[in-house]
């Protein structure tokens, strides 16, 4: 029988020994011999189908054969590996169509060298699934012999909600002059490929019950469906004030005066208004009038108010302006007049009334009344003043007179009395009687009138008061007589003078004398000398002399003496310091003096005065440094005077000198100072520039450099009283420039340009822009402000060197970061031949290296092995793993950008040898 055969991992077999399953009978004694071909231990492969020939021997020679043909099967299963999980992106339909992930699996086989693997997929690709799916691929070796994977393939919806937003509107402000926003997420509609509109969310920004000042508002509407896409749309809200303001106060009604032609005239009465709104100030709420102030009225108007607010909106409230008539009517009165009186000194007042005319502002002279005080038919006497009263028909009066003078033409005879002295004792104040009533008047009527000025009760001051009488009848006749009153007090004046002064100062100042009395006085200066209080006086005895007097003549007087002593003439040395140097003596000099004696003495040191009485002498064997001396003016009175001279001596310094006369500092920020020890003196350093001394006054220090180019360091060497010496040091520096613009990034261009600058060279300075590493253009490379363009895609490092004779060139640099206007949307090559022909042999991807030095790039097989990676893309990839070349087919990449959106590209490539 034929046995079967099944490979193994190795997809081999050993044929097996048939000889022992094999039978062969001789004719002739002894069983034949039974050989195999192939032999057993043979290895045979799934895809060979050997003839197993078995022969018999027999002792004779004698052979005899058959054969069978060995079957061989292969029943080991091939293995397939699936992906992970995939997405798969839903479409608007919120169905998706499986793709083809054959690719993305790998198997083997254990016969796989003796023919190909097929894989199936299920569902296919192409297939449309509404839903997450599994996938299964099945793996299928020439035998039929299959295994299946699976992996899970999840639908994403990543298409947004739609969101239909109501329309562009305008609400009103409420009384706090805002609005609560409503909801409008309930007028918003909504739509999703895959959610019913039941399942959408909606939220609003800002959000419900937000207080919305008055403008334009921006509403927000989104929505969101139940995988967490997000929509929104926008619409405008104008918050608008429409609620008008509310009068608290309207302004009552108004009396309007009539003028002379009984017309009014309305003025501005928003001041008597007051009102409130919801957003608007009162101060910035407009009241209008109409009629406007200034319109002329007749009768009874109607105003209205109206009050609006910044908004526009307004509102009115009325009242009513009347006419007030308050203008007295003119009456014109007859002319004066006289009548004859009878022989009592009597007439009779006629009627007057007939004879009055007049004018009003508002009412005829018809509508009018006159009145008559006294009434017609009283009786008069003396001069009669007749008052007429026209009364319009407001009750406005006005009034005039009528005078009616008897006819009397012989005025009064008039006697005055004799007014004596008065004796007021000590009394200031006397009171007037009435000397009218002591004056004789003869006249023909008895209405006459008697007045004195002043009059009676009037107070005087003793003194002489004129007085006056003056008597009228009643026809007009009048007459008067003159009074002389003679008032006098008793009591004298007091005056005290100041004290006898005697002093050195010719200035004297005093108070002036003390006086009183018991009604008025002056005083004032009785003797011929001239002088007085702030006068400078003569040396000696002067004698001052004061009287006063009252208005009655009583009279005092008083004196003193003003006594001036001899004073010293003024101390004044003419230089308050003297400088001598190497010298021992000197000239000291002062003001001669005109009273006095003088002396010079030594306040400190030393010295010996030529003459110590001479206001100018010389002074000897002065001491080293300083020396006081004084000179001093004497009187024998009034004290002494005097004023002090400071002689300084010193012996010269030695010169300053510096040993070095020129520095290179270059780069240092911090100098060494030097030279010698200063004796007799003092030293200091100084500059011409901004450099910081850290001792000036030392003759060893340092000193900060902060300024480039040339700068000069003085040593100066002197004291109080000799002439001083300098010695200079010139230094040269060349510090580090300061690029002024900041690393920056900048979209390249055709028109790209930057402008740079850095710090101002001296003119002992050279400067240089250049790139480093770049092709970059520079405009004016050797300015301290230039344009660069023409900037590499990446980073750019541009340098600023600066340079001097005598010091190596230090530099400054910036880095300018050039990235793509439109972003990077990187093109990937699909193919690439990578033969060496310089065409396609590269896998290159513009500007990732100089745009993400960072990132990071990974090629896999189709099996997901990796065959490429990368951080950075410095060299570009040429199809190769571990230096060999890979076989052509279809590979994978994926790459990372590593950015600050976590960007990620992925895609296949082909290589064709």
């Not at 010389?618 to 001396?629: A, Q, T, Y």
Request: glycine share 6%.
């Amino acid at each position: 029988m034929v046995v079967p055969l099944y490979v193994e991992a190795t997809c081999s077999a050993n044929i097996i020994d048939y000889t022992t399953l094999a039978s062969a009978v001789d004719v002739c004694l002894g069983s034949p011999t039974i050989t195999q071909t192939p032999i057993a231990g043979t290895v045979v492969n799934v895809n060979d189908s050997p003839t197993i020939i078995l022969t018999a021997t027999d002792a004779a020679g004698n052979q005899s054969q058959c054969s069978f043909t060995q079957t061989i099967f292969d029943t080991i299963s091939p293995t397939v590996t699936c992906p992970g999980t995939q997405n798969v992106v839903m479409s608007t339909n919120c169905d998706a169509t499986v793709g083809d992930y054959l690719s993305l699996a790998s198997s083997a086989d254990n016969c796989s060298a003796f023919g190909s693997v097929t894989l199936s997929q299920t569902p296919n690709s192409g297939a449309t699934i509404g839903a997450s799916a599994t996938i299964y691929i099945t793996a299928t070796d020439a035998s039929g012999n299959t295994s299946t994977c699976n992996f899970g393939l999840q639908t994403i919806d990543n298409i947004a909600p739609t969101v239909t937003c109501p329309n562009d509107s305008t609400v009103s402000t409420d009384t706090g002059c805002d609005y609560n926003l409503a909801d409008f997420t309930s007028s918003s509609i909504g739509a999703d490929n895959c959610s019913l509109p039941v399942a959408l969310s909606f939220s609003q920004s800002p959000t419900i019950g937000t207080l919305i000042p008055a403008g334009l508002q921006v509403i927000t509407i989104t929505v969101q469906d139940t995988a967490g896409n997000t929509g929104n749309c926008q619409f405008n809200l104008t918050v608008a004030d429409q609620v008008a303001p509310v009068v608290t106060t309207c302004v009552p009604n108004q009396n309007v005066i009539a003028d002379v032609g009984c017309q009014g005239t309305l003025v501005d009465y928003s001041s008597l208004l007051a009102a409130t709104d919801n957003c608007s100030s009162a101060g910035n709420l407009i009241v209008t009038q109409n009629p406007v102030s200034g319109t002329i009225i007749t009768s009874t108007t109607l105003v209205t108010m109206s009050i609006t607010d910044e908004a526009g909106n307004s509102v009115d409230c009325q009242f009513s302006a009347l006419i007030s008539d308050t203008t007295s009517p003119v009456p014109t009165c007859p002319a004066d007049f006289s009548l004859a009186i009878n022989s009592s000194c009597q007439y009779t007042l006629p009627d007057l009334t007939g004879s009055v005319t007049g004018t009003d502002n508002c009412s005829v002279f018809a509508n009018m009344t006159v009145t008559q005080n006294p009434a017609a038919g009283s009786m008069g006497t003396g001069i009669s003043p007749v008052l007429l009263t026209l009364i319009d028909e407001q009750g406005n009066l006005g009034t005039c007179i009528t005078t009616i003078t008897p006819i009397d033409v012989t005025a009064p005879t008039v006697t005055c009395p004799t007014v004596a002295p008065v004796n007021n004792g000590t009394s200031c104040d006397y009171i007037l009687p009435n000397y009218g009533s002591l004056t004789l008047v003869l006249d023909d009527c008895p209405n006459f009138t008697i007045s004195q000025i002043p009059a009676p009760g009037t107070i005087v001051n003793p003194g002489t008061t004129a007085i006056t009488i003056l008597v009228t009848d009643a026809g007009g006749n009048s007459v008067s007589c003159p009074l002389s009153l003679v008032v006098m007090e008793n009591q004298a004046p007091t005056i005290s003078c100041p004290a006898n002064i005697s002093q050195c100062d010719p200035l004297v100042t005093f108070a002036d004398p003390i006086n009183a009395d018991n009604c008025f006085s002056y005083f004032y200066q009785t003797d011929a000398t001239g002088l007085s209080s702030g006068s400078t006086f003569p040396i000696g005895i002067t004698n001052l002399q004061y009287e006063v007097a009252d208005s009655s003549g009583n009279l005092n007087t008083c004196s003193f003496q003003v006594e001036v002593l001899d004073f010293p003439s003024s101390a004044n040395i003419t230089d308050d310091t003297l400088r001598v140097c190497d010298a021992t003596s000197v000239i000291v000099n002062a003001d001669p003096i005109t009273s006095g004696s003088g002396l010079w003495t030594v306040l400190s040191g030393a010295g010996n005065f030529n003459n110590q009485f001479a206001n100018s002498t010389g002074v000897n064997n002065l001491l080293d440094g300083e020396n006081s001396f004084v000179w001093t003016v004497s009187s024998a009175s009034c004290g002494t005077l005097s004023d002090t001279i400071i002689v300084i001596t010193a012996v010269s310094p030695i010169s300053a000198s510096i040993p070095v006369d020129t520095m290179f500092a270059c780069d240092l920020s911090t100098i060494d100072l030097i030279t010698g020890v200063v004796t007799n003196g003092s030293g200091l350093w100084t500059t011409d520039l901004d450099a910081v001394i850290a001792v000036p006054s030392a003759n060893i220090t340092t000193a900060s450099i902060q300024t480039n180019g040339w700068q000069y360091f003085v040593w100066t060497v002197g004291n109080d009283a000799c002439p001083s010496t300098s010695d200079t040091m010139f230094v040269i520096s060349n510090l580090e420039p300061n690029i002024l613009t900041s690393d920056t990034t900048i979209c390249q261009d055709d028109l790209a340009s930057l402008l740079v600058s850095a710090s101002a060279p001296t003119p002992e300075q050279t400067v240089l822009w250049a790139g480093v590493s770049t092709s970059i253009f520079i405009s004016d490379p050797s300015s301290n402000t230039t344009t660069i363009s023409d900037f590499d895609i990446g980073q750019n490092i541009i340098t600023y060197s600066v340079s001097v004779d005598g010091c190596p060139t230090v530099t400054d640099s910036i880095l300018v970061i050039a990235t793509l206007c439109d972003g990077f949307n990187p093109v990937f090559p699909t193919l690439i031949t990578p033969n060496l022909d310089g065409k396609n042999d590269l896998f290159e991807i513009l500007y990732l290296e100089e745009l993400f030095p960072e990132c990071h790039l990974a090629i896999f097989n189709r099996w997901g092995s990796v065959v490429y990676e990368s951080i950075g893309y410095e060299e570009p990839w040429d199809g190769t793993y571990n230096n060999e070349r890979l076989p052509m087919g279809t590979y994978f990449f994926k790459l990372e950008l590593n950015d600050e959106e976590n960007r990620t590209f992925t895609g296949d490539i082909s290589i064709i040898h």
